[in-house]
């Protein structure tokens, strides 16, 4: 039993072979995938002479797409100075800068690919099916194929995801469509991504996206078998009138923080998806935005916080009987279902473009704090700790209420990640230093406008029975606090602290404090 390692990126490890025009200045590769901006070296052949600064190799220039299969060269990122090239050079391999940059590639071994199928046909010959395989993403290009891609890959469990040994690369979305690693087809009825007969398989952290204007093309499919995760997903098309954003099959499957956008189907339905969880997900801009197909009879599972919108069809069908549970999702007004509620004390919310940042423009998280997508959702057994973004679930709020938001997206405080927890002591002692219990505090942020005690009360407790407290915070800032202390039913003292990142010991005489 083995956890083994490979890695995806453009050109792979041996490199890809293009010829360049000294006529049109244009380099040529079927499907290369390249966006602008692509940092690409030469790595071995008889370079071409140029009118401008001479090439080099092992040297980042940088790609200006002109079509799937030809792409222009410039000395800069920005794509100011085109190079152009006065002769062809010869047997021309060229590596992507992001392999070019590694410095230790001992993690993957010879296991260095340059794009999903060339990785599938490796390990299908070499994989037990005692083994993890675990399949990382690293570049940002499009890993275009001209058929339907399912893994065949003998092994125990599957990992396809954007972490580089533990930590995100440049194959990940960044919550943005199009970018990263994009597991993409051509148009027609193509699966951009499938597991196959793989039953513990995980999806994390990129793009799959089906160009489909005259087929059903898939952009990923769950396996029949069950037991799938696909998280932090950007499912995509290019028309409402073709394609699958997620065939859902198979029982115990989890679906969560995924975008799904641009589809005839957001989320298609199959049979048996008995035990399933869709939850957290922005289904907008396709034709049908949740689809139980069929009937919807055998629709199963549990769904919430889906954030359900601006599709032609929200919601296919009224909430099928076998589905478990379902709250929490949204839809608007005009649909027939609004929408589904399903169990004890199950809602719905209607909400509006506006509730999005910029809706129109693709930008789907909550527009502000009093967005209805921004902490109007349930909590449930299995929910992720971070957002499409990689943002944390709940945001931080800087002592502020947190609630997990509907959608995808978590809206951002502003504050940045959770600071670690510090302790805040104090001890209560009479006028003699002898322990006092049986008293009561309370603990609040000060606010002079409202004299000296605020409204905001952090922790505190009546006929408390220990003569010390240890209250943990995670304030990062200092923050300004007042400490009450009420002994049979006076005030016997009124305190104010700084709490910061540095813990706090203090101790509290009855009678004697008054420091405001």
């Known amino acids: 039993m083995a956890t083994v390692y490979s890695l995806v990126c453009w050109g792979g490890k041996d490199g890809k072979a293009v010829t360049v025009s000294s006529s049109t200045d244009l380099v040529t590769l079927t499907n290369h995938g390249c966006r602008n901006g692509k940092g690409l070296q030469f790595a071995s052949g008889t370079l071409p002479t140029v009118a401008g600064a001479a090439l080099a190799l092992n040297t980042t220039y940088f790609a200006k797409r002109v079509s799937s299969s030809t792409f222009e060269l410039y000395y800069e990122s920005s794509l100011t100075t085109k190079i152009d090239f006065t002769s062809t050079g010869s047997s021309l391999v060229m590596k992507g800068a992001y392999y070019q940059g590694l410095t230790d590639t001992s993690r993957w071994g010879t296991r260095i690919y340059d794009g999903r199928v060339a990785w599938n046909a490796a390990r299908a010959a070499?994989?037990?099916?005692?083994?993890?395989?675990?399949?990382?993403?690293?570049?940002?290009?499009?890993?275009?194929?001209g058929a339907s891609f399912s893994v065949t890959v003998p092994c125990a469990s599957l990992i396809m995801t954007s972490l580089v040994n533990g930590v995100r690369g440049a194959g990940w979305h960044g919550g943005i469509k199009g970018a990263g690693y994009v597991s993409m087809v051509p148009n027609g009825g193509y699966t951009a991504m499938s597991p196959g007969n793989i039953q513990d398989a995980t999806f994390d952290g990129f793009s799959c996206t089906v160009l489909s204007t005259s087929g059903s093309g898939t952009a990923l499919g769950t396996s029949g078998r069950g037991g799938n995760v696909v998280k932090s997903m950007i499912l995509s098309g290019i028309s409402t009138s073709f394609g699958f954003g997620l065939a859902l099959n198979g029982a115990m499957t989890k679906v969560l923080n995924c975008l799904i956008t641009g589809l005839l189907r957001g989320v298609a339905t199959g049979s048996y998806t008995y035990g399933s969880l869709c939850a957290n997900n922005t289904v907008v801009g396709n034709g049908t935005g949740i689809?139980?197909?069929?009937?919807?009879?055998?629709?199963?599972g549990k769904w919430y916080n889906n954030a359900v919108f601006g599709n032609t069809s929200n919601w296919s069908r009224a909430a099928p009987a076998g589905v478990e549970g379902a709250s929490n999702n949204t839809g608007e007004t005009v649909d027939a279902i609004d929408p589904w509620a399903v169990g004890a004390g199950a809602t719905s919310i209607d909400i509006t473009s506006a509730d999005f940042v910029n809706y129109a423009g693709g930008d789907f998280r909550p527009a502000s704090a009093s967005s209805l997508l921004t902490d109007a959702g349930t909590d449930y057994y299995g929910r992720l700790g971070f957002d499409l973004a990689d943002g944390e679930v709940p945001n931080y709020n800087n002592g502020g209420a947190e609630g997990i938001d509907l959608g995808c997206f978590e809206f951002d405080y502003g504050y940045g990640p959770h600071p670690t927890l510090t302790d805040f002591t104090f001890a209560v002692k009479d006028e003699s230093g002898g322990n006092v219990i049986d008293f009561e505090y309370r603990l609040y942020l000060k606010d002079p406008a409202a004299g000296i005690i605020g409204s905001t009360e952090l922790d505190g407790a009546e006929n408390y029975a220990s003569s010390s407290r240890t209250w943990q915070h995670g304030y990062s800032s200092n923050t300004?606090?007042?400490?009450?202390?009420?002994k049979d039913g006076y005030e016997e003292a009124l305190v104010e602290y700084i709490l910061n990142t540095t813990p706090l010991t203090t101790t509290v005489y009855l009678a004697t404090e008054r420091n405001i």
């Open 126 to 145: 070499a994989s037990t099916v005692f083994d993890t395989e675990v399949c990382e993403f690293g570049d940002d290009y499009d890993d275009l194929v």
């Open 291 to 300: 689809y139980a197909e069929g009937s919807g009879a055998s629709t199963y």
């Open 480 to 486: 300004d606090v007042v400490l009450q202390i009420i």
